[in-house]
Structure formats: C-alpha cells, structure tokens
C-alpha cells in the first residue's frame, strides 16, 4: 500500500491561503494595468484626434479652394457673356441690328466665339421682337408683360433663371438695354446652360460627391447627380447672402456631408459642391483603424507581460512563504518543547519531594519488617508483597521524573574531539545482540573520510541510542536498520541518517513523535521521552533533527550538525 | 559503618525523620535538622563527618549553608540533596567543596554508598594533616 508522504504543515497552510494569493494576484494585474494602459488609451487617442483634425481642416481646404475655383469659373463664364453682349450692343445701332441679316452675321461671329448662344433677339421699348436669329420661329412675339423685360427696362441688364421655356431644354437669358438717343432697345440673348452644367458637374468627386447650382430660393440651376433634378426645389434651409466661401460638415436636407457653398457675384445663385466625408475622410479611418490596431496590440503586450509578471511575483512570494512557514514550524516546535521542558521540570521537582518521603518511608517498613519479629504474623507475605511493589513503583515513577530532569536539564554539553563513525559503531555494537536475537540486521554505511567534530559523545551516544532503540521497537522482528553517515563540505555538516524498514508512522501523529510524552509503546514499556530528549539534545548541540516516514514502507530520522573545528588543536 | 556521625538537614520534616531513622537502624548517630540557619547553629557546638544537605530550602539554601559549613568545618563532607530540576546546583555544590550529590528520591543504599566513601575521604585527609 503507498499512501502518500505527509504534507508538511507550511504547504497545508498555503493551500487555505491560496484564494488570498489570488486576490493579491489579480490586485497587481489590475494597478499594473490602469497604469499603463490610461497612458496608452490615451496617446493613442491624441494622436488620432490631431490627425483627424489636421487632415480634416487640409479636407476643408481643398474643398473650400475648389468651391471658390468652380464659383470664379461659373462667374467668369457670365461676366464673359455679358460683356460680349454688352460690345454688340454699344457697338452696333438698332437700325443696324434691327436688319436681320446683320443679326445673323453678328450672330454667327457670336457663336464663333462661344457655342452656348443659342439665338439672339432685337426688342424695342413696346416688347415687340423686332428681329431674331435662331432656330425657332419668336419673331413678332410680344414681351411687354413679361417678368424679364421690365426687370431689363429697369435695371439695364438681366440675367435670368434657368428655364426650359418653349424649347424644353435648360436656358437662361442675357437682356441688355441701349438708350439710342429717344430709342431703347432691347438686345435678347439665349444661353445654352450645356457649358456651365459641365462646369459645375466637373466638381462632381467621388462616388458620391455632387455640385450643383441654385438659386436664392433653392431651385436647381443645373441638374445634381442625386436627389432632384433640374429646376426642381431643394430642401435645404434659405441661406442668406455671404461673404466667400462656406466650409463646413453638417446636416443639409437630412444629409450629413461636408458642403461647400458660395455666393456668385454676378448672379444670385449659390454654387453648392457636396462631398461625402467618409470617401474624403478615408485616411483618417484608416488612421482610426491603425491606431485602434496598435492600441489592441499594445493592451494585449501589456496583459500578457502583466500576467507574466504578476504570476511570477505572486510564486515568488509563495515560495518565500512556504519556506517561511517551515521555518516558522521548526521554530514553534523549539519553542514548545522550551516550553515544555520547562514544565515537565517543575512536575518532576514537585512529585520527586513525595516521591522521596514515600521511598523512604518504604524502606524504613521494609528495615522493620526484615528486622522485627513480625514473621510470625499471618499477614507477613502480604505486607512483605505491598512494601515491594510500593518500592518497584516509586521505583518506576521515579525513572520518569528523572528523564524529565534529564530532559529539561541546561547543562552545557561537553566540548571534546567526537569521531561520529565510532561513536556509531559503539552503540551499534551496544545494540547488536538485542537486534540479533530479533533477527534484524543493523546495516552501517560510514562515510570514512567523515571529519572530526567538537561535540558531545555521550550526549550524541544517547540519541542515536534512543532512534536505534525506536527503530527495533517499530519492526519488532525480522527487518534491517541501516546507518549511514556522509559530509556536506558545502554548508560544512555532518548528516547521520538512520533508516528502518518497519511499519512507518502515520502522517497524522509524524508531527508529534518529538513531543514529550508522545508513545506508541505499551503503557510502562515507554516514557515519550526519548525522542524530545533526543530533539533537545540535538539542538543544544546547533543541529537539526528530522523524520521522514511511509506507512507500510519505513521511516528515516536524519541529523544534521555542523562542523565545529575551533579547538582542533 | 558505625562510630560516626552523620547530620541531616532538610525542611521535610517526614523524609527527614525517615532517613534519620534509617540511619540509625544501621547504627549511625544520626541528627536531623530542618533548616540551614539551624544547622550551622547546631555546628557551633557539635561534629559531625558527613552532612547530607537539602539543596532548596527555605530561608538559608543549601548552596549557602554548604559554604558557611565549609568556613567552619573545611573537613567535614557534604553530599547535597537535589529534588531540583537543574542538576546545576547539584555540581555548583560540587565546586563548592561539596563531596557529590544525589537527586531526590535516592536509593537509600546508593546514599549510604557515598557516605561511607565521603567518610573514607574524610578520614584519608585528617591522616594526612596529623602527618604533616
């Protein structure tokens, strides 16, 4: 049967502080990760944060140039038609231009210039189209109620809306007023919005940026790539007039986009370029995506060397702990048996006081009774008996206290040159006919180059006799002790062990066995006292005493003393 | 054995009597005396060979008693008497002058032992100072 070795007291201890251990252990993983991953969290954030700040503005900045390019096109491209239409007029009298043959060598040199003229009109101050060359058939229309003649009338110059009108395809028109001495005449001019449409669409970027031009009322002027068409109504909120261009990401008709907006100067249109920002803000995604990798990559850096760390620190102190609870152990077992000396001292005095009186009270009815005439006495044999064992139990009582006052004694062992090997061999021999006539072989193992040592031979004598004696009580019959002896010249100590193969000490009573008057012998036979002698003996003598034991298999005390050489001379 | 005296001091009163009595079934004037102060009182006018003394006592201890008797009587032997835990005081009695000492409860015949060899000492060192 292989029951296992006893556990030894500090590691029994361990165990039920185990979940403390734990709680330590995760207390430094939790500190230890606050600390270091606030900082990370938070570098890692800053550097996100100023990037996506920076490209941002650098996005708005494109943006913003761009809207004003498109914009300064767009006006460049009116101011262009307008100043063309403003030389035809200024340049020619109505007679002239009322002639339309003229019209149409003009208007051929017009369009020569720009394609985007569509026809081109004379209208005097009544509203009647005097003449016209295009392609549709105008001539003799009257504009006098129209919205746009008496606007021209008034100011002198008009640019229309985009309309479709008649002809079903997108225009504006470019009226310009002459005063020709009493005359005033009207020049009428088409303009396909085709050039400016492509213009606008040309800062149509991404896959779902869009631009497009409105008026003040937010009616499309040119047709977007989503969400309305042409002329239709746009739902964004009515913007006053502003200075320059307009930059910002936010909320337009439920549509959340960075917008780019600007007045026109000449005509009041809005120039509105929209772009998506996650297509814009893809690097800074990119970036987010980066850091959030780095961050992760990092945290998880940190939690496994925390871990590892911790694990470490947290075995490190079990170890030192474990370590210290055998010390701790060894040094309660000192302190008892002090503290047990000390008392089975004082029994011992206080019961050897009576025990003398009554010893000699004994002898003294003994003296009478092999004096006195008393033999004649019926009761003789039975007083003669009493006195007897009276005296064999004083006798016994009297053996006990004195192995307590042996045990409890301070006397300072004798200094002197100990040969352990012989001083083994000497009890060996003293034992061997007891051991013999059990049929148990004592076995010695004797290291010969062991060193002499300032030491107690008597008092080393009466430990070794004392385990040699437990070790033939334990097998009873038919069994081998076997003594060895060895030298540590490292930590400069001599180590007897003495091993027996008997039946072995449960792990239940092995922490016991030095104690006083702990015995598994027969009530009489044995006084528990040969082993905690044994203890302090060895102690007094700076050395360490210890068992070892498996029930069914045996048990070993090995001693261990240091090399004392001072008085080798 | 006989034609000496012996005295024995102890502050137990019936171990005293007893060993007195034992004493002097085998022919030893024996006296017995429980205290120190006592005893040395009791010397003044008396001799005695050996001196069996109680190593705790109260009042005057056996350790202190052994040293006025030895001022007193440098040739009479003691052998202390020690029921206590240190077998110290039994050898610091020893150093003393003390002839040796037996720890409580003694065999009887062991204490008559030694004080037949304390009184052989005795003898050998008051032969050698009529010689000299």
């Known amino acids: ?569 | 054995m006989e034609g000496f005296r012996v005295l024995v001091v102890d502050d137990e009163t019936d171990f005293l009597e007893t060993i007195v009595k034992r004493l002097r079934k085998r022919k030893v004037d024996a006296v017995g005396l429980t205290s120190g102060v006592e005893a040395l009182k009791y010397l003044e006018k008396e001799h005695f060979d050996v001196v069996i003394l109680d190593v705790r006592m109260p009042g005057l201890d056996g350790i202190e008693t052994l040293k006025e008797m030895k001022k007193k009587r440098p040739l009479m032997e003691v052998i202390m008497l020690t029921g206590h835990a240190s077998v110290e005081s039994g050898m610091q009695g020893m150093q003393l002058g003390a002839f040796d000492y037996v720890i409580k409860p003694a065999d009887f015949d062991e204490l008559m032992e030694k004080i037949r060899q304390a009184r052989e000492r005795k003898s050998i060192h008051e032969e050698k100072l009529r010689r000299s």
Do not use: C
Request: glycine share 8%; proline share 3%.
């Open chain 1, 1 to 569: 049967m292989l029951l296992p070795l006893p556990v030894p007291r500090g590691f029994r201890m361990m165990r039920m502080e185990d979940r403390s251990y734990r709680k330590l252990h995760w207390k430094i993983v939790a500190t230890t990760l606050s600390f270091s991953l606030v900082p990370l969290f938070v570098v890692g954030f800053s550097i996100y944060y100023q990037f996506s700040v920076s490209y941002k503005a650098k996005v708005m900045e494109s943006l913003r140039t761009l809207t004003e390019n498109r914009a300064n096109a767009v006006d460049l491209f009116l101011d262009e038609r307008v100043s063309q239409l403003n030389t035809l007029v200024y340049t020619n009298s109505i007679d002239q231009l009322g002639d339309e043959r003229y019209l149409t060598r003009v208007f051929t040199l017009l369009q020569m210039r720009s394609k985007s003229f569509v026809d081109v009109g004379i209208i005097d101050a009544e509203g009647n189209h005097v003449a016209y060359v295009g392609p549709y058939q105008l001539k003799g229309l009257n504009y006098r109620n129209e919205e746009w003649f008496g606007e021209t009338m008034l100011r002198g110059i008009y640019i229309s809306d985009v309309f479709t009108g008649f002809r079903k395809f997108p225009h504006f028109v470019i009226a310009i007023m002459r005063r020709e001495g009493e005359k005033t005449w009207i020049l009428r001019a088409t303009i396909n919005t085709d050039i400016f449409e492509a213009m606008v669409k040309a800062a149509q970027i991404g896959m779902k940026g869009d631009a497009f031009l409105m008026t003040k009322d937010n009616i499309l002027q040119t047709s977007p790539r989503f969400g309305g068409e042409l002329l239709g109504k746009v739902g964004y909120p009515i913007f006053p007039k502003f200075q320059g261009a307009r930059v910002e990401e936010t909320e337009l008709g439920g549509e959340e986009a960075l917008y780019g907006i600007v007045w026109l100067k000449d005509k009041q249109w809005l120039l509105v370029i929209k772009e998506d920002p996650l297509e814009n803000l893809t690097p800074i995604l990119r970036t987010r995506v980066l850091v959030i990798a780095l961050v992760l990559g990092g945290v998880l850096v940190i939690v496994m060397g925390t871990l590892l760390v911790s694990n470490a620190v947290v075995r490190q102190l079990v170890k030192t702990d474990r370590e210290k609870a055998v010390l701790d152990a060894g040094l309660v077992q000192s302190s008892k048996m002090a503290a047990l000396g000390k008392l089975a001292a004082g029994i011992a005095h206080e019961v050897n006081n009576p025990l003398a009186v009554i010893k000699e009270k004994v002898g003294w009815m003994k003296d009478l009774l092999s004096e006195e005439d008393v033999g004649a006495s019926e009761n003789f044999k039975e007083f003669d008996d009493a006195v007897k064992k009276i005296d064999y139990h004083v006798e016994r009582a009297r053996k006990v206290t004195h192995r307590l006052l042996g045990f409890a004694r301070r006397m300072e062992p004798f200094q002197e040159q100990v040969t352990m090997n012989r001083v083994i061999e000497e009890t060996v021999d003293f034992l061997k006919n007891e051991a013999h006539y059990r049929n148990i072989e004592i076995r010695t193992a004797l290291d010969p180059d062991l060193p002499t040592t300032t030491s107690d031979s008597s008092q080393l004598q009466q430990v070794f006799l004392n385990i040699l004696n437990n070790a033939i009580d334990a097998i009873g019959k038919n069994g081998v002790i076997t003594v060895s002896t060895g030298y540590d010249a490292r930590n400069r100590e001599l180590s007897v062990s003495i091993a027996d193969d008997g039946p072995g000490i449960p792990s239940e009573v092995l922490g016991k066995v030095f104690d006083p008057f702990f015995t598994t012998k027969d009530v009489g036979k044995g006084t528990g006292l040969g082993l905690s002698i044994s203890y302090s003996i060895i102690e007094k003598l700076g050395g360490t005493i210890k068992v070892a034991s498996q029930v069914g298999k045996g048990t070993t005390f090995s001693i261990h003393l240091p090399l004392v050489n001072h008085a080798t001379a």
